[in-house]
């Protein structure tokens, strides 16, 4: 069964304190591993897509990392407006829908 | 562009009720998906839609829950009768491509039910 488990659940950081966050997943074969930011109320916003081993993908103080296992979402320096949630979310390849499979997220909290 | 339209932003109604959700996806998009997020956690699928066809509804309970899209355009989730355990964020989503792999999905801000 396919599944997806995100680590930690919560996060605090200070502003320009660098960390990462971890998404563990089990597939039968993956198509692509996502990266998703929701913000309080609002639906998720998409951030990458990692297609194989080796993968990695940037965009402002974001970079995601992908090995046959895991991904990483290096956050470098943040910001408070990078408060939010981020999902990570698989596709399986041996399906034929566009089904993504979710973990929990992680919360992350960026303080001034 | 405008985004991914949903009503209501939020409805409470009592167990065994009904309640319909309405989504307006992107113009052009021909992948329409529901998924609903219980608190705390990511976002489950429920039915995928491509064009006005069912692609995947293997998730959806099916002896509660249905839904439309008609013309393959609007779409409606509709719960009769709702459960307690039915209370969730239902969010509507929508992609380019069949597989939302290269531009990612895009979802609307969702529909809040509490079911009392």
């Known amino acids: 069964e396919d599944q997806v488990t995100q680590s930690p659940e919560a996060l605090r950081l200070q502003e320009g304190e660098s960390s990462s966050l971890n998404c563990s997943y089990t597939?039968?074969?993956?198509?692509?591993l996502f990266w998703y930011r929701q913000d309080p109320g609002k639906g998720p916003e998409f951030l990458f897509t990692l297609y194989s081993a080796g993968e990695e993908k940037e965009k402002e103080r974001l970079k995601a990392t992908l090995t046959k296992k895991e991904s990483f979402l290096h956050i470098t320096a943040p910001k408070p407006e990078d408060s939010a949630t981020y999902l990570c979310?698989?596709?399986?390849?041996?399906?034929?829908?566009?089904?993504?499979?979710f973990g929990q997220g992680t919360t992350l909290q960026v303080k001034p | 562009e405008a985004g991914v339209a949903q009503s209501p932003r939020y409805k409470i109604i009592e167990k065994r009720q009904s309640v319909a959700f309405w989504c307006n996806p992107i113009s052009g998009h021909a992948t329409l998906y529901w998924y609903q997020q219980i608190l705390g956690q990511g976002p489950k699928l429920l039915i995928q839609?491509?064009?006005?066809?069912?692609?995947?509804d293997s998730q959806l309970p099916k002896d509660r829950f249905s839904a439309e899209r008609l013309k393959g355009v609007d779409s409606t989730l509709k719960i009769q009768p709702a459960k307690l355990e039915d209370s969730a964020v239902y969010l509507c989503?929508?992609?380019?491509?069949?597989?939302?792999?290269?531009?990612?999905?895009?979802f609307g801000s969702g529909t809040r039910l509490t079911v009392v």
């Open positions: 597939v039968s074969g993956l198509r692509g």
């Open positions: 979310a698989v596709q399986d390849g041996s399906s034929n829908t566009g089904k993504l499979i």
């Open positions: 839609f491509q064009n006005n066809g069912v692609v995947d």
């Open positions: 989503a929508s992609s380019l491509d069949p597989l939302g792999l290269i531009y990612g999905y895009t």
